[in-house]
T-cell receptor, first 115, second 113 residues
Framework: NAGVTQTPKFQVLKTGQSMTLQCAQDMNHEYMSWYRQDPGMGLRLIHYSVGAGITDQGEVPNGYNVSRSTTEDFPLRLLSAAPSQTSVYFC??????????????FGQGTRLTVV | AQSVTQLGSHVSVSEGALVLLRCNYSSSVPPYLFWYVQYPNQGLQLLLKYTSAATLVKGINGFEAEFKKSETSFHLTKPSAHMSDAAEYFCAVSAYNTDKLIFGTGTRLQVFP
């Protein structure tokens, strides 16, 4: 049981480049989300999904796109990287009865640097 | 809208001393509250959660937290710190009917021998 797997672990991009951060979970969780972690700011929600085919914006969605074609995968796309997107990105999943009581499981993170 | 405030971005204690990490919440509906821990270069893992069953919640590694509605607080405590407790701790809140977690800014705990 791998849990939540994120790839890559580290990435350096040049300004303007695009890339996709991968996230996969093998727990059949309905709810998946992406956060970015910046010093002194905690974790901020970028996008989330309550099931395949359904996505919505979080607190800081600008510059990021997501899609959810399967239950297992929830990739995060940076269309044109900017230095302000330098951060550590975490993917999380949880079983989602819609009550807000369930535990979120986190991946190990992707450390992204945009130069 | 729900939010949490963590008082103190850094807390230092000696090994064997009491650990107290503070979290206050704001919510217009009954909140569900969580404490997560992040060890260096790792993801977050759940320490404990409050979902209205009991106000004193026990978690892993000897941590516990008490929900106090009158004080809108959910402080995390451990009677005796261990070196292995050094990590960053996050308080989070979710609201009924949503699985979105809103995190505090985190508290880094240092434990000195």
């Amino acid at each position: 049981n791998a849990g939540v797997t994120q790839t890559p672990k580290f990435q350096v991009l040049k300004t303007g480049q695009s890339m996709t951060l991968q996230c996969a979970q093998d727990m059949n969780h309905e709810y998946m989300s992406w956060y970015r972690q910046d010093p002194g700011m905690g974790l901020r929600l970028i996008h989330y999904s309550v099931g395949a085919g359904i996505t919505d914006q979080g607190e800081v969605p600008n510059g990021y796109n997501v899609s959810r074609s399967t239950t297992e995968d929830f990739p995060l796309r940076l269309l044109s990287a900017a230095p302000s997107q330098t951060s550590v990105y975490f993917c999380a999943s949880s079983y989602s009865p819609g009550t807000g009581q369930t535990e979120a499981f986190f991946g190990q993170g992707t450390r992204l640097t945009v130069v | 809208a729900q939010s949490v405030t963590q008082l103190g971005s850094h807390v230092s204690v000696s090994e064997g001393a009491l650990v107290l990490l503070r979290c206050n919440y704001s919510s217009s509906v009954p909140p569900y509250l969580f404490w997560y821990v992040q060890y260096p270069n790792q993801g977050l893992q759940l320490l404990l959660k409050y979902t209205s069953a009991a106000t004193l919640v026990k978690g892993i590694n000897g941590f516990e937290a008490e929900f106090k509605k009158s004080e809108t607080s959910f402080h995390l405590t451990k009677p005796s710190a261990h070196m292995s407790d050094a990590a960053e701790y996050f308080c989070a809140v979710s609201a009924y009917n949503t699985d979105k977690l809103i995190f505090g800014t985190g508290t880094r705990l240092q434990v000195f021998p």
